[in-house]
């Protein structure tokens, strides 16, 4: 029986091990749409130009296509650390127990009325008319759009609070001056998160839960980040906080105490000079940073104006509590790239890599030719690892010298880029290792560099 059992397990594991090589595809350079171009070295920012590194090297890299003035497409390595990224968000946004759905990026004008926003915005808000003359926004938030919609159905119960419903989505912004790519757009990818509590203790209780979920977001991208207090600005609100990359090129101004940790936007103080930490009284520090997210806790500003209750204990309808939370998906992937990058080549965290590894392989007709036979059994044995599975690209353009490919590679931002060069063709071949963030090179044998790699 025992014998059987065994059997059994080792003819499972073999089917599984054929399915995967069946499904197993290989992505090869040489099929990538990734139209490279060159971006004029006096156009990089310097004090109020209009192209910013992570800007440059995305389009010079083929990640990124400006198609009009404050608009761009992500062509295939951008779309895929779009969604990793997106994915990433998804997991966390489960933990904390929301749903995801997905609004019209259209909204009613006359909502935005009832709330006041229609005329407090300003000319950043995009609205559009229909052919019968209604008005419309191109939403940059949804707080109208999702509170009218639980308006507008059966009440809700309390027993469905805490209700939390989130969306993945194109955002709309009328700048008056776009720039710096993807840090200052008119159409950008956000997460934007709403919740539903019963009374304020419970919607504080959420709004710090979901600060939890904000901290594990920026902490697994791995880039430094600073949670600060914020201006609840047009959106309105009991208070906020925002989240920061540090950088030069940032456009918030950041008080921050490198003794306590705490921190706020500059926005919210009026005198910034001789400003001490209202904490611990040590001397605060300016900085400049990238927002990257913000949070706000709502009260009643939205739900009441619209209408939206639930029923509480005693059957009477009570008007629910909220709060609101964004993350720029886009905007992060820029930010990233502008605080890991070198001026020449893009530096991606390891998490939002568009492929992790990048093989490659000898020129044709070269000396080093024979050690192409390693290249597909490399590719097909580090795909079979969890931890890289879809993340291997192959740079077959052998007519193409070893040299000139692995630069690409690295300008990429490829974290790791294994190349079978003259070491790969030796009795015993071995294989060299680039790993382009800690611009580190390192010599394994095939086992040794199987080992290396499949817990990364």
Known sequence: MKMYKKSNTLKHTRCLHYLLRQFYHQYRVSQLYQPLSVVPKEALVKKDAAISLS??????????????????????????????????????????GAQKILLPSLTSGLLWKKTGRWESTGEELMKVKDRHERDYVLSATHEEAIVDMLADTSLLSHRQLSLRLYQISSKFRDEANPRFGLLRCKEFLMKDLYTFDKDETSATDTYNQICTAYDTIFQRIGIPFVKVSGDCGNIGGNFSHEYHFPAPIGQDTLLLCENCGTGSNAELVEDLDNKSCNICGSKLQLQKGIEVG??????????????????????KPTVVQMGCYGIGISRVLAAAIEVLSTEKNIRWPWLLAPFKVCIVGPKKGSKEEKAATWVNFLARSLNNFP?????????????????????????????IIVVLGKYACEPIPQFEVIETAREEVHYFTQYQLLDYLKNR
């Open 294 to 315: 913000h949070t706000f806790l709502l009260g009643i500003k939205y739900s009441e104006p619209l209408q939206c209750y639930y029923q509480n204990e005693k059957g």
């Open 55 to 96: 800007q440059k090297l995305m389009m010079e890299c083929g990640i990124l296509r400006p198609r009009g003035n404050g608009m761009f497409a992500f062509l295939p390595l951008g779309l895929r650390a779009l969604e990793k990224l997106s994915a990433v968000i998804d997991e966390e946004m489960k933990r904390v």
């Open 387 to 415: 931890s890289l599975r879809d993340d291997i690209i192959v740079d077959d353009r052998d007519n193409l010298t070893i040299g000139k490919r692995v630069m690409e590679a690295k300008k990429t931002g490829f974290p």
